[in-house]
Antibody, heavy 125, light 110 residues
């Protein structure tokens, strides 16, 4: 079974650092991109960025560039999302999702599946 | 800043048909934006339904279909079931790191 399993919920204070994880299993981890998505309380989904674990090629959404760091350790099939100094506004659920490609009737298709179960990050003094 | 717009909310009767749309601030949505659709129920992670405009995943119920309609991506539910009540998000791919979600449509089955 293909799955992404994320690390558990975190409660942190403003200014602290944090690294959450997303472990892939059931597929070749180095052959698919892993994206990170933020969902603030009661709000919609926001794309943060993406990494290709095969060569660590990483791309950030402009809104999140410089705010977080995305990385991966292919030896343990795990992607990471980290903050060096958390803010209260970082309080959210964070999801990882696998991104891949398929040829459908000779045309390239892009899909996003599966999703991790989510990691709730709470930042409060 | 690219904005992807969905209807904030829609209501449909059980057994009815409803179409959700997904518009881009850059102009008409085409297959080159690889529209994807996701369903999210309260307290759950999103679940993929449709990829690249109209392709279903193996678990996607037959009553869900995707298309392009009037310059937008569209998700149509035919024969709506009570369990289809959920938030639905579209995603458009603009190239490189630029992937943008729509604001979501809250579908009520009433």
């Amino acid at each position: 079974e293909v799955q992404l399993v994320q690390s558990g919920a975190e409660v942190k204070k403003p200014g602290e650092s944090l690294k959450i994880s997303c472990k892939g299993s059931g597929y070749s981890f180095t052959s698919y991109w892993i994206g990170w998505v933020r969902q603030m309380p009661g709000k919609g989904l926001e794309w943060m960025g993406i990494i290709y674990p095969g060569d660590s090629d990483t791309r950030y959404s402009p809104s999140f560039q410089g705010q977080v760091t995305i990385s991966a350790d292919k030896s343990i099939s795990t992607a990471y999302l980290q903050w060096s100094s958390l803010k209260a506004s970082d309080t959210a659920m964070y999801y990882c999702v696998r991104h891949g490609f398929t040829m459908v009737r000779g045309v390239r298709g892009r899909w996003f599946d599966p999703w991790g179960q989510g990691t709730l990050v709470t930042v409060s003094s | 800043q690219t904005v992807v717009t969905q209807e904030p909310s829609l209501t449909v009767s059980p057994g009815g048909t409803v179409t959700l749309t997904c518009a881009s601030s850059t102009g008409a949505v085409t297959s080159g934006y690889y529209p994807n659709w996701f369903q999210q129920k309260p307290g759950q992670a999103p679940r993929a339904l449709i990829y690249s405009t109209s392709n279903k995943h193996s678990w996607t119920p037959a009553r869900f279909s995707g298309s392009l309609l009037g310059g937008k991506a569209a998700l149509t539910l035919s024969g709506v079931q009570p369990e289809d009540e959920a938030e639905y998000y579209c995603l458009l791919y603009y190239g490189g790191a630029q992937v943008v979600f729509g604001g979501g449509t809250k579908l009520t089955v009433l």
